[in-house]
């Protein structure tokens, strides 16, 4: 028997996304990466040429219409992690990434809104003088999620 509160997961997706190319990109790895799920919020996106897995056939892809529409459907137990470069966010090279999460990233001109924001459980950064591009962004920090470090 599956025991949710060890057994780890993670979604992924991205809230009003700029362009469908990024998040062909962010599909693929999450899909090699080991995401449960993708995600968008407002902007939505048939597939991309970028998803060249086709991810989205691979594995489930969720929209919401708004922010509000996506926290009240989160997964119970799962834990909120934005990557959002805030001064209270936690470097990713400490982070310590919770077994079961959702991590949300924003649209690369204007970030996550300062609703996401407040309902995240966790805000994570990286060392980089500017924003990344989105895809670039989800990458580092899946990436990071496989390392061999201590889960929350």
Known sequence: MNDNF?????????QNGKTPENLGVLWRTAQNLGASYIFTIGNRYAKQSSD???????????HYESFEDFY????KGARLVGVELDENATDLETF?????CVYLL????SGLSKA??????????FKSEKSLNV???GSIVLYDRGLNKPRS
């Open 6 to 14: 060890v057994t780890e997961y993670f979604g992924i997706g991205i």
């Open 72 to 75: 009240k459907n989160l997964p």
């Open 106 to 109: 924003g649209a690369e001109d």
């Open 52 to 62: 060249t897995h086709n991810a989205v056939k691979s594995i489930p892809y969720f």
């Open 96 to 100: 310590e990434h919770p077994r079961r």
């Open 116 to 125: 996401a924001i407040a309902k995240c459980h966790y805000l994570v950064k």
């Open 135 to 137: 895809s670039v962004a």
